[in-house]
């Protein structure tokens, strides 16, 4: 299908703001995943191969299996003295200027540019110093784009980073349409000329979870409900629940499978809130990020989420109502 390009030159402001910048900071999202911490370690390495000094701040936590060997290369707190200097500031896969959470908070002083795929969101920079592209799968491939627009030359290192972010957003190629696979996958192929080898990312992203992890993804399993002939399938977790590691992507990924399924929700009981994350099958044209934003949440058209006041059973009636009208 032909479509526009997706990654169309770069504001010059943008350009020349990390051309003539001497010092850096890179800022992802809290709660970061693999997208977010593997754009900010490209891009990392990309402005110090332009001899910039660079700092990587995220919050964290870092909860997911595939990004939990990096959280030393990342700091939590801003460092004293530090946004005094005025450094740049560019913030990566954030559609809001609060993802960031309180690491953002002391560049007021700073340029700030924005690097995203978001399609819902505040634009919380000047329209010259922001990247913002929806039909980019993945943050990661944008800091390619950018690399290449300053004429920094791929390496090893930087490929493995914006493989990774590419692979964990697209679930391992799995949610590439055709309007811009051939372009995204043009781009992924210069990665792995680079010596990324596919199959073996994939194995250490998901080999070594345990058997009781399985056990507890089955038990929410287990107790999945359906609404509308089945067409939305929805589980939950309740606030005192204990629950090991982060099952959400094992759970979509098995009920997105189910016959006629076109939504799918998973409900996260905690402190007075509940967390939504937010799936629509690729082909029923739901988008999910718009649906998310109406509850103050976000995320893109087939992936998103969103944070809730309430008790579990209240959002899930009113939420499940909701959805049922998207049908
Ligand atoms: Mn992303």
Known sequence: ???EKIYTPFP????DAVRSADEAVVIGHSNPDGDCIFSQLACGRLLGHLGKKVTLLNQGPFQRDEIRAYEDRFLSEVPEGLAL????VIVVDCSTFDRPGQVIRPFTQSRIIVLDHHSAGERFTSENLMYIRPQSVSTSLIVDHLREELGVPLDAEMADYIYRGFATDTGFFHF???AVGAETLER???LVAQGVSPYAVYDEMHDGKTLSYFKSVARLIQRVSD???GAILYTWTGADEKIEGKPGDDIYSQLLQVANVRIVLFFKEKDGQV???MRSKNMSGIDIGAFA???GGGGHRYAAGANVEGTLSSVMDMVLDQAEKLL
């Not at 010059?12 to 350009?15: D, G």
């Not at 200097?85 to 740049?88: A, G, Q």
Request: one cysteine or more; aromatic letters at 4%; proline letters at 4%.
């Open 1 to 3: 299908m032909a479509s």
């Open 176 to 178: 590439i349409s055709e």
């Open 85 to 88: 200097r005025k450094p740049l």
């Open 293 to 295: 934003a109406t509850f």
């Open 188 to 190: 992924v192929a210069g």
């Open 275 to 277: 967390e939504i994350g």
């Open 12 to 15: 010059a402001a943008l350009l």
């Open 227 to 229: 609404r509308c002939g």
